[in-house]
């Protein structure tokens, strides 16, 4: 939490909300098992490496081909359930013979990377809109307001689908192939795009209502400028809505970019991405459905679990909300 | 009423106005060579590339050729390749067509699988949320809460093959998903699009069940409910007649943010069922980079969505009376 929050209200109430907040939350059981099942995903992602280097195969080999006895004919493994064993413990993947454990590993750090990114551009940019509509008022509020409705108005995922390859051709010719830092960028510029507009409503409804508390008068009276107000004042008071629904927004953008590699316009060969998984999952399930299993449960867990610790926090900080 | 339709159709007009140039800006400002996108990457040959961007006009400023396509709509226009008549969204140089005669083709898919999915989320939903907001903390209302959280967080590409698999090819418990067309057959357009509004509605169920739940509790508690009961009206009469009346308002608010969403997520669904339908027509148009016909496709889906948010709007004044449409 912010030390700037228990700044303002430790005189008050004897504890700061912070501090009420981590105590609601620690007795929450259903939080607390989340929370550890979202920080396992992230560690999992970041020790990505780490588990490869100790577990002694690379997302990127293509071990059918190097061993030829582990994929038949068809390019599927030739051992039952995807071609798991004591070496490949997930199994591997059908035609490449990639091994499904790292892939996955690799895949979602991949995954967890963009939605981080989108998640915090996303944030940034709802505080300095959302804050300035609420806080300015008038003519800002106004174009503001209707940038966010116009942007609301937009079919979503048409959008994400029909402008990633022209987002691309900012920085490629289309002649070229496109380089994968330059696709993950456009994936992070196009859901970024559409993502903040949520939380930017949000706060300005809340900047709208804090505005005319006295607190923030009597900064106003006793001579602080705007941006004192608003970094002192303001902020620490929209701390909860926005860390809420950026629980709610990170699992949203996970699985959006995920199903932008479904579709065939994200991620593709060889980088390792969750998203992929699923395309390539979609193609060989008649025959080979354990290699969807992996991707598909760990998905499903992680996002049951972000939603989990999204409603846990709320609760923390608004213990007055009814499930 | 009639102030109302005209109000909102001319502020529906403002927004596609809008919608149209920013998304026209986007696809043919942005681009370093928007002729060679659409034309194609690493096909594309010199000749080829100068027929399209003949065809384009790409030439001329940006906004000329904005105007230009504006006119198009109502005027129809004519290119090199061919004929395009009024409404004109676009000419295809892939196939020398209209994008209208395209789009127009795949329609029926999608009206029929979004249309289906929301008849089975909005029937599903509402029911459940009944049965568990009746028997608030029974048993069905515990098992309810738990399972809707998993199976909102299901990803249609995921349940998707997963369904087929099950049920499909090693049960033969559904039919093959297909699209046959309803003036066709119709018991085949239902075996074939049954499967695709399970899953789609699998995923939208949920939220619906919560909402519906959350607000026939809230409304139960109210005063004009409590009168009800207390002047010996039958339970089920009070269940009925006022507060689930009152509990469909959010839902439709919901169901009116979820369009969007709907249509996006009925893009993956014909993707994951093969189901020719407009959401493929566009992930086709990207993967082929099919420029003209993407512009078509995005307008069109615009104009549904502003559509049918006019349609969920005017539903308001029939459930609540209080609501005036001016």
Not at chain 1, 111 to 138: D, N, Q
Not at chain 1, 277 to 295: C, G
Not at chain 2, 204 to 222: C, P
Not at chain 2, 318 to 325: A, F, G, M, Q, S
Request: glycine share 8%.
């Amino acid at each position: 939490m912010s030390s700037q929050t228990e700044a303002v209200e430790a005189e008050l109430v004897g504890r700061s909300p912070g501090q009420l907040m981590w105590r609601r939350f620690r007795r929450d059981r259903v939080g607390v098992i989340s929370a550890c099942v979202v920080v396992t995903f992230f560690a999992l992602g970041l020790l990505a490496p780490v588990i490869s280097a100790l577990y002694g195969k690379d997302p990127y080999t293509r071990y059918g081909q190097l061993d030829p006895g582990l994929l038949n004919q068809y390019g599927y493994p030739v051992k039952p359930n995807g071609g798991m064993d004591g070496e490949f413990w997930f199994g591997i993947e059908p035609f490449t013979g990639r091994d499904v454990l790292t892939t996955l590993l690799y895949g979602i750090r991949t995954s967890l990377l963009i939605a981080l990114a989108v998640t915090v551009l996303a944030v940034v940019t709802a505080i300095l809109l959302g804050i300035a509509a609420g806080y300015l008022g008038g003519r800002w509020d106004f174009f503001i307001s209707r940038g966010i409705d116009l942007l609301m108005a937009f079919p979503q995922q048409l959008f994400f689908v029909a402008f990633l390859p022209i987002i691309a051709t900012l920085f490629v010719d289309p002649r070229e192939e496109t380089p994968t830092y330059v696709k993950v960028v456009s994936i992070i510029l196009v859901l970024w795009a559409l993502g903040w507009m949520t939380l930017g409503r949000i706060l300005r409804g809340a900047t709208l209502a804090l505005r005319e508390r006295e607190f923030i008068e009597a900064a106003r009276v006793s001579g602080a400028s705007p941006w004192r107000i608003i970094r002192r004042e303001l902020l620490p008071n929209v701390v909860s809505p926005m860390l809420v629904q950026s629980t709610y927004m990170l699992p949203n953008f996970v699985t959006t970019a995920a199903a932008l590699s479904f579709l065939g316009v994200g991620l593709t060969e060889p980088t390792p991405d969750w998203g992929r998984m699923f395309s390539l999952a979609a193609e060989v399930y008649r025959s080979d459905i354990t290699y969807m299993f992996f991707p598909g449960v760990a998905m499903v867990i992680f996002v049951v679990a972000f939603n989990l610790l999204g409603d846990s926090v709320r609760d923390a900080f608004d213990p007055k909300t009814v499930r | 009423m009639l102030r109302f339709l005209l109000r909102r159709s001319l502020g529906a007009v403002a927004i596609l106005v809008i919608i149209s140039a920013v998304t026209f800006f986007l696809f043919y400002a942005i681009p370093r060579n928007p002729a060679l996108l659409a034309c194609g990457k690493g096909i594309c040959t010199d000749e080829q590339l100068a027929v399209v961007e003949a065809n384009l006009g790409i030439d001329r400023p940006v906004p000329v050729q904005y105007w230009e396509y504006m006119v198009g709509i109502f005027a129809g226009r004519d290119f090199p390749a061919g004929h395009c008549p009024a409404p004109c969204l676009g000419f295809s140089f892939r196939n020398n067509t209209p994008v209208l005669d395209t789009i127009l083709d795949r329609l029926p898919t999608t009206v029929s699988l979004t249309v289906g999915g929301a008849v089975v989320f909005l029937t599903l939903g509402l029911a459940l949320g009944m049965l568990a907001a009746w028997r608030q903390g029974g048993l069905l209302d515990k098992t309810m809460s738990s399972t809707s959280l998993v199976l909102s967080s299901m990803q249609i590409y995921f349940l998707g093959p997963l369904a087929l698999a099950l049920l499909v090819y090693n049960n033969q418990i559904l039919p093959q998903p297909t699209y046959v067309p309803f003036t066709e057959d119709p018991l085949g357009w239902f075996q074939g699009l049954l499967l695709p509004w399970l899953v789609l509605a699998t995923i939208f169920t949920a939220n619906y069940t919560r909402m519906a739940r959350a607000t026939l509790i809230e409304q139960l508690q109210e005063d004009h409910v409590r009168t009800a009961r207390a002047k010996g009206m039958s339970p089920r009469t009070v269940f009925f007649r006022y507060a689930w009346r009152g509990s469909l308002i959010p839902v439709v608010t919901i169901f009116g943010i979820d369009l969007g969403s709907l249509f996006g997520g009925a893009m993956i669904t014909e993707f994951t069922f093969a189901l020719p339908g407009l959401g493929r027509l566009a992930v086709e148009s990207v993967t082929q980079s099919n420029l003209p016909m993407l512009m078509g496709v995005m307008l069109f889906a615009a104009l549904m969505i502003v559509l049918f948010n006019i349609i969920v709007d005017a539903c308001y004044a029939l459930i609540d009376p209080r609501v005036r449409l001016a």
